[in-house]
Structures are given as C-alpha cells and as structure tokens.
C-alpha cells in the first residue's frame, strides 16, 4: 500500500519532519570593543506533530497507532564575534541542533518512522543592556544557514519512496540571554534562541535551543588606575612668646618653648592605588606608599594608628561594608608584617560609604555608569590617622 502526499511532522511551533519522503501518486510524509569567541551547550526542543501524521496515513487507508516521539536532544553552538561597543556586537557560528523522531504502528500491520537532524551556520546582530559592571542582558537577531537531513523508514503496508530527502535554506533567527563577567576577559552566559526551520520536504517551524556557555574576550585587560596622593595636613605648632626683658644685671636666659601638644597626623590613599578592582590584596603599586608612611614613623611617639577603609555609594550595602573592612585589614596587616609596625597599636574598620569626600548633588545618578563611577573616585579611600606626640 502507498501513502499520500502530506505535511505531517513539525518541529517547535510544528516543525514536520515528513511529508515528501513517503511517497505515491499523491502523496508524501516528512553576546569596550574586540574580538571574542565561545561556545555553549543545552537542550533543543521540537514537537512532533503527531495529528498530521496520522491524517497522511489516514488518506492513504493506514491507521496510526501509538506514538513514541524524541522531540528533546543535545544541541551546542560554537562562535566567534567583535564587540563594535558596549551596547553593539556582529557575531557569527556554527550549530548543531542533534535530531528528532517519531515511530508508529499502523493498521493494516506496518511501521513507520522517521527523523531529522539539523545543523548549519548563522550571523546575528547583537544587542547589550549593560545592568550592572559585571552583569548585562542581551538580545540578538540574524540569520541561519541550515541544513536538514531526514531519513525515513517503512515496513509492512507502509512504502517510503524517497528514504533520505535533504534540504539547505537560510531563515531567520532571535535570541534573548544575560552574561556575567568573571573578569575582563571571561564571562558566562545564558539564552535561549528559536530557529526558523526549513525541513527537507517543504515544512516550515521552529526549534528552540537554551543553553550554558562561555566567552572569552581577547586583549583584555583591567585598566591600571592613576593613583592619588594625599600630602599630610601641615602642623603648625604655636611658639610661646620670648619673655619680656628684664633690663637687671645679670639677665637670666629666657626659658625654652613649651613642648608642642600632640596633634593627630591623618594621611589618606586612593582605594585605586592601593587595591586592584573589588579585591582586598595590597597591590604592589600601593605598597611603596605604605613604606613611605612607615619609615616616616619611625623615631615618633605615639599613641595609635587609626585605619578606616571607606568605598562609594555604589553597590549594596552590606557588601560594601564588608569590601572596605577588608581592605582597612589588609593595610593593618602589611603595616605589621612588612613595616614593622607594633600590631598592638593598631586599629582598622571600614565604614562603607558612610563617610564621603563628595557632597550631595556633586555626583547625580544611581547607575554605575563611567562617569558616575569617576566622580564618586575621591570616596573610594584609605585613611590613616595617627595620634600622639612627635
């Protein structure tokens, strides 16, 4: 027995796999600026339109039976593009979105089955949300240069006329997804994408692929931040007067000037100097500014050295107050360790953001854009106070 020509399999939206491979007279069945790449891997999806084949079958006096459909498969992407800027990329790749099928029992006695498997090339055009430094959304558009392969079987009262059709067709694609930077150069990301399919017998629908993936960002580097330096306060310290003379013989030598009274010493260093990007390590850099302070104490008498870490307003609070507790710390270690610096006269806190250099309305905005971020730079810092005598 033959069977008629229909539409019957769709992928996503109802993508057929068959319609022109079974065959008689009337019928058949069927992601700053650069150069990056990655790859990702996930889950395609299709949907078996099992309505139609059974309707194609039906025409040609055949009665389906029970379906067992494989509409989940293994797909992944590997690409490579160029970022033009934060906001806009061209990228293009190779996919594999693995295979889908079905298998049926009809009546009279015979089986039929079929699959497709799906692969090819695309370009998209990609476009970037920045949320926050690290975190972004993206959403893509493009096109996809796709290559389907069915292969279908028959037994029994069921005849197949054309096994292996194939077929090449460009559709379009889209793409939503989100990305984290765990640094300047590597960053992962989630999305899911829909391809617009052309199978092998003139069926059109969609497969969709969520996935997992890095990307890797080359010639990137963290920007090395200018360092600013505080010069000390100076101290003036006030001389008694000379006494009145006394015009008797002999004159007794004036007295020497009182002892000055202590004055606090405060020093205050570029959190960027000292510190790379939101991390807590003294960096070499900052180290020689350290030295300095401590081979200015030596030989001086006081009392204490008050560290205070502060950071800007950007970011949540309590991570704030946690990144500049820890960099107070590490000032106090390095002081003790490598300064020589008596531990016991020693105290560090951070403050967050609770204690700015800039004033309100100097800096406006939430968002930590670049400009935002170098107007609020004077806030980000280390402060130093030492008090007693000299």
Not at 94 to 101: I, M
Not at 193 to 221: C, H, P, Q, T
Not at 237 to 249: E, I, R, T
């Amino acid at each position: 027995m033959t069977i008629s020509k229909r539409k019957c399999l769709r992928t996503t939206g109802k993508l057929s796999l068959l319609s022109l491979a079974l065959m008689s007279t009337p019928f058949a069945m069927a992601q700053n600026s650069g150069w990056y790449a990655g790859a990702n891997i996930g889950q395609s999806n299709a949907t078996i339109d099992e309505p139609r084949i059974s309707s194609g079958l039906l025409s040609s006096g055949l009665l389906a039976g029970p379906f067992n459909n494989t509409e989940r498969d293994r797909g992944y992407k590997l690409f490579g593009g160029y970022q033009v800027n934060k906001f806009f990329s061209v990228e293009a790749g190779y996919f594999d979105l693995g295979h889908f099928g079905f298998t049926t029992t009809t009546t009279p006695a015979g089986t039929l089955s079929g699959d497709i498997r799906l692969k090819g090339l695309n370009i998209d055009a990609v476009g970037t949300l920045p949320i926050t430094e690290k975190f972004s959304a993206f959403g893509r558009i493009g096109v996809a240069y796709v290559r389907a392969e069915d292969n279908f079987v028959g037994t029994g009262a069921v005849r197949v006329l054309n096994p292996n059709p194939s077929a090449r067709d460009t559709n379009l694609k889209v793409g939503l997804g989100v990305q984290y930077a765990f640094t300047d150069a590597l960053s992962v990301r989630a999305e899911i994408e829909r391809y617009r399919i052309n199978d092998a017998v003139d069926n059109k629908g969609d497969v969709d692929l969520a996935s997992l993936g890095l990307v890797y960002r080359f010639g990137a580097k963290t920007p090395t931040p200018v360092a600013r330096q505080y010069a000390p306060e100076p101290v003036v310290v006030a001389q008694a007067p000379a006494p009145a003379p006394v015009y008797v013989a002999p004159a007794p030598p004036p007295p020497p000037p009182p002892p000055a009274a202590p004055m606090p010493q405060k020093v205050s260093y570029s959190a960027d100097s000292l510190f790379d990007f939101d991390k807590s390590a003294v960096k070499p850099a900052g180290r020689a500014d350290l030295d300095k302070l401590a081979s200015d104490l030596r030989g001086v008498d006081y009392d204490t050295i008050q560290i205070t870490g502060h950071t800007d307003r950007i970011g949540r609070p309590a991570y704030n107050q946690k990144l500049s507790t820890q960099r107070a710390e590490a000032v106090s270690k390095y002081l003790v360790t490598s300064a020589g610096i008596p531990a016991n006269k020693i105290n560090a806190k951070g403050v967050s953001s609770s204690d700015p250099v800039t004033k309100p309305g100097d800096c406006v905005g939430s968002k930590p854009t670049k400009a935002l971020k170098t107007c609020l730079q004077p806030d980000r810092r280390v402060d130093i106070e030492v008090t007693g005598k000299r």
